[in-house]
């Protein structure tokens, strides 16, 4: 088992940043893949970005590259999503969750989630 704890969302107005975690707990934090994903009202869960345990690669959604940057410390066993230019369209529920697999943009492929964290921003 591994337990996943979001923090940092809050409300922000439109321009300015957040920075969410993410703390792991239980099994080794090593060596899942980790995921950021959102959910508005009403809307599907989606795709934000993701990092490889090998080499920390990062992934991205098209509408969060150059905005958002995900990294991750296995030390701390803690993974980070640093957002700039937060903009109204990103209010929604951010979860981080872990997999093995390399499906990085496929929720379905994630075994682990948090809770997650509301992150609001306004105009």
């Known amino acids: 088992q591994v337990q996943l704890v979001e923090s940092g969302g809050g409300l922000v107005q439109a321009g300015g940043s957040l920075r969410l975690s993410c703390a792991a707990s239980?099994?080794?934090?090593?060596?899942?893949?980790m995921g950021w994903f959102r959910q508005a009202p009403g809307k599907e869960r989606e795709f934000v970005a993701a990092i490889s345990w090998i080499g920390g690669y990062a992934y991205y959604a098209d509408s969060m590259k150059g905005r958002f940057t995900i990294s991750r410390d296995n030390a701390k066993n803690t993974v980070y999503l640093q957002m700039n230019n937060l903009k109204p369209e990103d209010t929604a529920l951010y979860y981080c969750a872990s997999t093995p697999l390399t499906r990085y943009s496929d929720y379905e492929a994630y075994n682990y989630w948090g809770q997650g964290t509301q992150v609001t921003v306004s105009r």
């Open positions: 239980g099994r080794t934090f090593s060596p899942y893949n």
